[in-house]
C-alpha cells in the first residue's frame, strides 16, 4: 500500500519511493539564510545600488516555480484525458498512474519552491523595506507572504479561478498616496485606515501601484496581514507623464468598494512634502465621478 505525505496545503503527495520531503520550516530556513547571506555582503558596500542582484535570485525562483506549475497543469491535463478515455487495459491504468504521479510530484516540488522564494522574499523586504513583486505574471498566495499580482493579469483573467485577483467572496480596496508620506505618523495613519478597511471588509484585496513611500508601507502591511496585493503599475514607457493617471484607471477597472487616499504627508518636513500629490488627488475625484466611496486621510484630531 502506497504512503503519502501531506504539506500544508493540503495535497497530497505520493512518498512510495521512499524519499521524504524536506520540511517546511528546513525549507523557509533555506530562503531566509540564502538572501541574509547575499544582502549581509551587499549592504553597505556599493553593491547596496545594484538591488537587482537579489531581486534576480528572487525572480529566478518565482520562474522555476512557474515552469513546474507548467509542468503540473500538463500532467492534469494528461491525467484527465486518461479519465475520459479510460478502456480498462493494463495500458491505459498505467499511464493514468503516471500522470497521477507526475501531477503529485509536480505540485510538491511547486509547493517547496515557492516556500523557499517567499522566505526569501521576506527576508529581502525586512533587510531593505521594498516589497519584491515579480517582473511578470502573479504570485500565489500562501501562508508565508501576501500574494501579489498585476492589475493587467487581474483584468485579463478574472474568469479563471486559480488566476483571480482575489478568493471567492473578496472585495477590492485601493489605495494611492504621496510618495512624500513616510513620517511615523503617516504609516500610523495609514496602518489605522487599513486596519479599519480590514474589519470592515474580512476578505479585501488591496490595490496600489506599489509606488515608493507611502504605497510601500500600505504593501507591508498587506504582507504582514497576508493581503492579496494587486499592483496596477504605472508603465512610464508606455504611456509617458499619464502613466499614473492611467494605472488609476486600471485600478477603477477593477471595480474596488472604497478607495483610501493620502495626498500629502501628515507631518511635512518641508514644502515638497506638504504639496498635494496630483494622482492621489486624480483618485478621489474618479472615485467621486463612480460613486465610490472614498477616504482621504487626515491627522487625527
Not at 91 to 113: G, H, P, S, W
Not at 179 to 207: C, E, G, H, K
Not at 271 to 297: C, D, M, W, Y
Request: with cysteine.
Amino acid at each position: 500500500m502506497q504512503q503519502s505525505s501531506s504539506l500544508s496545503n493540503g495535497y497530497n503527495y505520493d512518498t512510495s519511493e521512499c524519499r521524504p520531503y524536506p520540511e517546511d520550516e528546513a525549507l523557509s530556513h533555506v530562503g531566509s539564510a540564502m538572501m541574509q547571506e547575499l544582502l549581509d555582503v551587499m549592504l553597505n558596500t556599493p553593491l547596496e545600488d545594484h538591488m537587482l542582484i537579489a531581486e534576480g535570485i528572487l525572480g529566478g525562483l518565482h520562474t522555476a516555480a512557474q515552469r513546474i506549475e507548467r509542468s503540473a497543469d500538463k500532467a492534469r491535463d494528461d491525467m484527465n484525458r486518461g479519465v475520459r478515455e479510460f478502456d480498462g487495459s493494463e495500458v491505459a491504468d498505467t499511464e493514468l498512474q503516471e500522470a497521477t504521479a507526475k501531477a503529485r510530484a509536480c505540485d510538491a516540488a511547486l509547493e517547496a519552491v515557492e516556500k523557499i522564494r517567499d522566505a526569501a522574499a521576506v527576508a529581502y523586504t525586512v533587510a531593505t523595506g521594498e516589497v519584491w513583486s515579480p517582473w511578470k505574471g502573479y504570485v500565489r498566495g500562501s501562508a508565508t507572504t501576501a500574494a501579489l499580482m498585476d492589475a493587467k493579469d487581474a483584468l485579463r483573467s478574472n474568469k479563471a479561478a486559480r488566476h483571480a485577483a482575489t478568493t471567492p467572496g473578496a472585495v477590492l480596496v485601493a489605495f494611492r498616496a504621496s510618495p512624500q508620506a513616510v513620517s511615523q505618523t503617516d504609516a500610523n495613519r495609514i496602518f489605522d485606515a487599513l486596519n479599519w478597511a480590514q474589519q470592515t471588509y474580512p476578505t479585501m484585496a488591496l490595490i496600489t501601484t506599489g509606488l515608493k513611500g507611502a504605497e510601500k508601507i500600505a504593501m507591508r502591511w498587506a504582507q504582514q496581514r497576508r493581503v492579496t496585493i494587486v499592483l496596477a503599475k504605472a508603465d512610464f514607457n508606455k504611456h509617458g507623464r499619464s502613466a499614473p493617471f492611467r494605472a488609476n484607471d486600471e485600478m477603477m477597472a477593477l471595480d474596488p468598494v472604497h478607495v483610501l487616499t493620502l495626498a500629502c504627508s501628515l507631518e511635512p518636513a518641508g514644502a515638497a512634502e506638504s504639496t498635494p500629490f496630483g494622482p492621489a488627488l486624480n483618485l478621489a475625484q474618479e472615485a467621486a465621478k463612480r460613486g465610490v466611496p472614498h477616504i482621504a486621510l487626515r491627522a487625527r484630531p
